[in-house]
């Protein structure tokens, strides 16, 4: 079954499952999450490996996925090129991330839907990736 599929395929996979269980997580305890951003902010080492660890995932993914051949695969490739322009802006301009961060935590407003969106979303790519 893994030795069938796409590397399209399995990253949907893995995203779907991440975005599934992360999106359950703040459906369930949003308080908590918005806690857990703003102890990061408060923190410069936790901001900087946040950054360094979304660039090492955006990195590896446009490096081996770079695929614009069909709805699937594009949108695993934004994934990739969205996490590692995180990344780079979160490591070299960490008060331009904060900054963007706080405008995006104000329009958000409830954390239950922002994670029952992101849960969709990922059974939709959990779906995608075992069809």
């Known amino acids: 079954m893994v030795a069938d599929a796409t590397l399209t395929e399995m990253l949907a996979r893995f995203f779907g499952l991440y975005m599934l269980a992360a999106g359950i997580r703040v459906a369930l305890n949003s308080d908590d999450m918005f806690k857990m951003i703003e102890e990061m902010r408060q923190s410069a080492f936790a901001f900087y490996l946040g950054g360094l660890i979304a660039f090492a995932i955006g990195a590896v993914i446009v490096s081996l996925h770079n695929d614009f051949s069909g709805p699937l695969a594009i949108f695993i490739t934004l994934i990739g090129w ?18 963007f961060a706080d405008k995006m935590i104000s329009l958000i407003g409830s954390g239950k839907a922002w994670g029952i969106g992101v849960a969709v979303l990922g059974a939709v790519l959990l779906v995608l990736g075992f069809a």
Request: charged fraction near 10%.
């Open 82 to 99: 969205v996490a590692l322009a995180e990344g780079v802006i979160m490591l070299a301009f960490p008060k331009v991330m904060q900054s």
